[in-house]
């Protein structure tokens, strides 16, 4: 904060004139004011009479005292100039430092500010090709899926289809064996080398059997012909590990 001081610039007969001057220079003032005063003594000193002695002694002891007191003014003054100014440089120094050390955090957070965008750029990508493939994945999955349950469904049809036709070559041959009982008597009547018990019915018989083998026949063909086409699709539509 600036100060101000009251300073007698000159004194007239009924007047005295005053000035203000900043606190930082009221030392340079007073210094004035001295130089001043003692040029007045020295006016007043031819003016006047002619001191005795002791009054010159006691006005050179006052000027030597004001000599000393200028002097240390002007050293003070001077010290005062000398530390003012080495405290500007300090203020400058750390204004200068505080100001480097500002723009090195302002680079390093422009520097991780441009690494976290680009992260993020990054990672925006990796989303979308990790949404792709969840996509994909899931689609395959789906796809998967399908192919089990229908794999299973026509697996489970292949296995019935096998039972059947183990089940007709078995009433395949159940039967041509019943014909082959039939076939022996019809043969011998035919050949009328028969004993009284064989008949004609017994040829009726056999041609009765002949006609159910026939038929367990045409069945196990027709369940032969349904697993060859099931076993062709299942080779189409189950893949194959590899």
Same mark, same amino acid.
């Given at each position: 904060?600036?100060?101000?001081?009251?300073?007698?610039?000159?004194?007239?007969?009924?007047?005295?004139?005053?000035?203000?001057?900043?606190?930082?220079?009221?030392?340079?003032?007073?210094?004035?004011?001295?130089?001043?005063?003692?040029?007045?003594?020295?006016?007043?000193?031819?003016?006047?009479?002619?001191?005795?002695?002791?009054?010159?002694?006691?006005?050179?002891?006052?000027?030597?005292?004001?000599?000393?007191?200028?002097?240390?003014?002007?050293?003070?003054?001077?010290?005062?100039? %000398?530390?003012?100014? #080495? &405290?500007?440089?300090? $203020?400058?120094?750390?204004?200068? *430092?505080? =100001? +480097?050390?500002?723009? @090195?955090?302002?680079?390093?957070?422009?520097?991780?500010?441009?690494?976290?965008?680009?992260?993020?750029?990054?990672?925006?990508? %990796?989303?979308?090709? #990790? &949404?792709?493939?969840? $996509?994909?994945?899931?689609?395959? *999955?789906? =796809? +998967?899926?399908?192919? @089990?349950?229908?794999?299973?469904?026509?697996?489970?049809?292949?296995?019935?289809?096998?039972?059947?036709?183990?089940?007709a070559k078995a009433d395949v041959k159940k039967a041509e064996q019943v014909a082959a009982e039939f076939k022996q008597a019809c043969d011998e009547f035919k050949s009328g080398t028969s004993w009284n018990w064989v008949s004609q019915?017994?040829?009726?018989?056999?041609?009765?059997?002949?006609?159910?083998?026939?038929?367990?026949?045409?069945?196990?063909?027709?369940?032969?012909?349904?697993?060859?086409?099931?076993?062709?699709?299942?080779?189409?539509?189950?893949?194959?590990?590899?």
């Amino acid at each position: 904060m600036a100060y101000k001081a009251v300073v007698l610039l000159s004194e007239g007969k009924n007047s005295r004139t005053y000035g203000y001057c900043d606190m930082a220079s009221w030392k340079l003032s007073l210094v004035a004011g001295l130089v001043i005063g003692g040029l007045l003594t020295t006016a007043v000193w031819h003016r006047s009479p002619r001191p005795t002695q002791a009054e010159f002694e006691q006005l050179q002891n006052q000027n030597q005292q004001l000599v000393a007191e200028k002097s240390a003014i002007k050293r003070e003054f001077e010290d005062y100039q %000398t530390q003012s100014a #080495l &405290d500007i440089e300090q $203020v400058r120094a750390e204004l200068e *430092a505080s =100001q +480097q050390v500002i723009e @090195l955090q302002k680079a390093e957070f422009e520097k991780q500010i441009t690494a976290l965008t680009s992260q993020q750029k990054k990672l925006t990508v %990796t989303k979308k090709k #990790l &949404d792709t493939q969840v $996509v994909k994945l899931t689609s395959t *999955a789906e =796809q +998967q899926k399908a192919v @089990l349950d229908n794999s299973k469904a026509l697996y489970q049809q292949q296995l019935l289809l096998q039972k059947q036709i183990i089940a007709a070559k078995a009433d395949v041959k159940k039967a041509e064996q019943v014909a082959a009982e039939f076939k022996q008597a019809c043969d011998e009547f035919k050949s009328g080398t028969s004993w009284n018990w064989v008949s004609q019915a017994d040829c009726d018989k056999y041609e009765a059997r002949l006609k159910v083998v026939e038929g367990e026949q045409a069945q196990l063909a027709a369940l032969e012909q349904e697993l060859d086409v099931l076993n062709q699709r299942i080779e189409i539509e189950i893949p194959r590990p590899n």
